[in-house]
């Protein structure tokens, strides 16, 4: 599960853009089952600032290891990292087995 504070000045394309390159990453890196995603949308308002977020889902712990530094990862991650407030001050990465 990967929280994010995108910054207000990103538009709506380049959040779409970000949000279309993660979802690629499920075809292009093995071991991915799946990726889902968006914005923020509860009335709770527990949100602290975090405007999206999402999960991807790996075959094991072995198949996240090998995505964190796999090529395609890394240039999705720099754009990410271009998007948010605050750089890395702006993203929560929580990884947790079900």
Do not use: N, Q, W
């Not at 779409?16 to 075809?27: G, H, W, Y």
């Not at 991915?32 to 889902?57: D, P």
Request: proline fraction near 2%; include cysteine; charge should be negative.
């Amino acid at each position: 599960m990967v929280l994010l504070k995108i910054r207000d000045d990103v538009s709506a394309d380049g959040v779409d853009a970000v949000f279309a390159a993660l979802a690629r990453l499920e075809e292009r890196i093995e071991g991915i089952l799946s990726f889902s995603g968006g914005a923020y949308c509860s009335g709770e308002g527990l949100e602290r600032g975090f405007t999206h977020g999402f999960c991807m889902t790996f075959t094991d712990a072995v198949a996240r290891d090998a995505y964190l530094p796999h090529p395609e990862h890394e240039a999705v991650k720099a754009m990410v990292l271009e998007v948010l407030d605050g750089g890395l001050d702006g993203v929560v990465a929580f990884d947790y087995e079900s």
